[in-house]
């Protein structure tokens, strides 16, 4: 598929640099880089976003993250292969990226799940990620950009 422009955070100068600075940010909050990894591409793969699930699977690869998982992660929740904490962190991730499917987006449950595995420093990361992922996957999605490998 052909890329409709060039990605709109590198058309408008100046937008690319802080979303990387973001996630700069969220990579030095103490969280383990597989984790980070996952919940990133699942996020892509919830959206659709084909250059992200590309990357997303390469990135997660290169921090040590499992073909084994890599492979069961759409169907995280029925498979042995993920950590409480990594289930934790997939099921607020996902949450946070379905706003609109349910009235309650995040619910008390969801969040305190995660808080028991991570600290205030280490949510804010997740919700970071969260966000600015589904944002470059909607920059993604809408520009049909391409893989980057």
């Given at each position: 598929m052909r890329s409709r422009m060039r990605n709109p955070?590198?058309?408008?100068?100046g937008?690319?640099?802080?979303?990387?600075?973001?996630l700069t940010t969220?990579?030095?909050?103490g969280l383990d880089p597989r984790t980070l990894e996952l919940v990133r591409l699942r996020?892509?793969?919830?959206?659709?976003?084909?250059a992200d699930v590309d990357d997303g699977t390469r990135t997660a690869r290169e921090a040590g993250v499992s073909d084994?998982?890599?492979?069961?992660?759409?169907?995280?929740?029925?498979t042995p292969?993920?950590?409480?904490?990594?289930?934790a962190a997939l099921d607020l991730a996902?949450?946070?990226t379905r706003l609109a499917d349910r009235p309650d987006a995040v619910s008390d449950e969801v969040w305190d799940r995660a808080?028991?595995?991570?600290?205030?420093?280490q949510l804010a990361a997740l919700v970071l990620l969260t966000g600015v992922t589904n944002l470059l996957n909607r920059l993604g999605a809408t520009t049909r950009q391409s893989s980057t490998t």
């Open positions: 955070a590198v058309v408008l100068s937008a690319a640099a802080p979303l990387q600075e973001l969220v990579r030095s909050a996020i892509s793969q919830i959206n659709g976003c084909a084994e998982r890599l492979l069961a992660l759409t169907a995280w929740r029925d292969h993920f950590t409480p904490a990594q289930r996902e949450s946070a808080a028991t595995h991570y600290d205030e420093t």
